[in-house]
């Protein structure tokens, strides 16, 4: 980069020299010259974590987009401009992180949610039952008796949580040992569930498995019966909202010796995920794999499958409800990653909201809505969204980057760098230890929960005492400055009409 | 215990096979059944026929012989143990491999030990009798495969044979010039340590293959570039 994105506000006046930023700052933006006894600063590498500031405890510092500018217009903007400077300079396939940060439109920003006025009464949420409990899986719609005419119970296995938000799928790689630490104790203590995501499962976790959801991906990292045993629910990672289409690959310098034994790969190597999996080419090929899977869990544990939101979410959906999966994760275009190619992250796949609804909408129509559960991901933002999503169709919702938030995380979007300040997105033992697990889980479980009364709150303003009367339940969302045609596939009303 | 697989269905036989106590299983008639053998340890089960897609995945130990030929996704994700086949085999065999040993009386299909890795004292092998077809060993990352060719065939690989291999090794038993001539990687020599490997690895297969291979074969080993292929393909933002 030839200018430094970020310059640095530096109040000497209110600066004691602790020198807190020089040892916060993983990038040596700060450093102590001895000479003048003052802090020196050098903003070229500077992400605006955030870190300095949140630990300047005199307000000293200040961190702001730098305010020179190229020659920029309207077409060629400051960005344009550095990354093709950038590009010119190294040949480089620019590598970014965390989910797609163009202003595309925000359909959750464009729906209004219903609440109840004379004709039906809203519930008071704090003083009547509200109920927020999910059971994700597969669901009978007919009645079977046996020859004494009492019910045949054929319950397919289920994943129950109390609320309908899960964590979702980071790889111990992509993110740190107390970050996982942390999100395993928060599902734990909200009964929900965490993800391990694509790079293997601790041993240190086996105890907890019942809250432990595994992912089988294309590099099939860690995967051995063990990992396969202590798990709720296996999850076929086929994309990943903010890099359909691509693989995974860890640095070799990011995989140290804790990352190599959890993935069971030699340390300081490559560990590729494969863009495709080369089992899978088909929804034939997919059933193959997801009754693989039942076969090894003797049919009791729930099988999920993770996809993209792409183009043909629908029609590839409905194929992913019939090759017998009990669960469809569905990724939208915002959802995070620790590294993935800017391009593809900026431009490719489509929002969560009109997936989810063509998916729900598709479903419904082809009569096999119960034969699967629908997980939301990719940029819920908060508990408005959560209730949005729902009534759009989905089962529940899983977070990533809200979840990283929660544990200090500041949106940089530098995770590929290794050097996260917050500790998060680093394997680097000075950094990682900067999280506090127990600190962190408290911090996941608040968020939850918060999200979770909020939730209660909305539905209750409806007049709706159970999340899955919300379900799918379109009629208690409007939509406002949208066209017709993104109506119709919202399956939404207009603001106003009757 | 001794199966008759006839007009059985898969989960049924695995079901069977997954409860059985005992330590030797024989199964008969075995007839695209998948799955056969998923996870399965410490047994040491023997199938007649021709085995469905993915046989034996997640192996974590004892072996399966299999007098027959199998589909696709041999081994996939094999941990430990042993696959035998007195036959050929599908695509993808041996995917993402991390341990044991899989050998092949005659041929396998493409995208053959496709990502297979070593870790630690776990260095799976993959043996092939015959010939392999596109895309041997792609992304390899650790392990042995070697392919024998036994019947000369002018192609011993098929095309772009260890393509994003970043570990491990392929080593290929040439004849001719010809056959030189056809293999699109760059070949090495072997060294004596690894021939020694090899034949140690060949003398296991004969016998478990019950076959007398030649003395002398010219091995050679498929170049794997670094083992960081990647760095420097992209820029941090």
Partial sequence: MRTSRYEILHDNTRCDLCKSCVYQCTRNVFSYDIDQQRIAVDPKNCVNCQRCVEFCHHQALKVQINRNHYHENAYWTMQDISQLFQQADTGGILLSSMGNPKPYPIYFDHLLLNAAQVTNPSIDPLREPMETKVCLGKRTNDFKRDDDGLLKLDVKPHLHLDTPILFAGMSLGAISYPAHEALLAAAKELNTFYNCGEGGLPQKFYPDENHIIVQVASGRFGINKDYLKHCAALEIKVGQGAKPGIGGHLPSRKNNELIAKTRMIEENSEAISPAPHHDIYSIEDLRQLVYALKEVSGYQKPIIVKVAAVHNIAAICSGIARSGADIIYIDGFRGGSGATPMRIRDNVGIPIELALASVDETLRKEGIREEVSVIAAGGIRNSSDVVKAIALGADAVAIGTAALLALGCHLCQDCTSGVCSWGIATQQKDLTKRLNPIQGARQLVHLVTAWTNEIKEMMGGMGISSIESLKGNRLMLRGLHLHEEELRILGVKHAGSR | ?237
């Avoid at chain 2, 192996?59 to 143990?81: C, F, K």
């Avoid at chain 2, 290929?172 to 140690?200: C, H, K, W």
């Fill in chain 2, 1 to 237: 215990m001794i199966i008759d697989a006839k007009k059985m269905n898969a989960s049924a036989l695995n079901h069977i096979i997954r409860s059985c106590e005992d330590s030797e299983i024989i199964v008969n008639n075995v007839l695209g059944q998948r799955y056969i053998a998923n996870v399965s340890e410490n047994k040491q089960i023997t199938l007649y026929g021709t085995c469905g897609n993915n046989l034996a995945n997640f192996l974590s130990g004892g072996s399966i012989t299999l007098y027959g030929n199998a589909q696709e996704n041999v081994g996939d994700t094999m941990d430990d143990g042993e696959i035998v086949i007195h036959g050929s085999c599908g695509d993808a065999c041996g995917y993402g491999m991390r341990g044991g040993r899989l050998y092949i009386k005659e041929d396998c299909g493409s995208r053959c030990g496709i990502h297979m890795k070593a870790y630690q004292e776990k260095q799976p092998i993959i043996v092939i009798g015959g010939t392999a077809k596109d895309y041997l060993g792609e992304y390899l990352a650790g392990g042995m495969i070697i392919v024998l060719n036994l019947h000369d065939e002018a192609k011993c690989v098929g095309k772009y044979c260890g393509s994003g291999a970043h570990g491990g090794a392929i080593y290929l038993r040439l004849t001719d010039e010809e056959q030189i001539g056809y293999t699109p990687n760059i070949l090495s020599e072997i060294t004596v340590a690894e021939q020694q490997m090899i034949d140690t690895v060949l003398s296991d297969y004969q016998q478990k293959l019950c076959i007398k291979l030649a003395q002398n074969m010219k091995f050679y080993r498929i170049e794997i570039k670094d083992k960081n292929p990647y760095e420097g393909l992209y820029t941090e933002v």
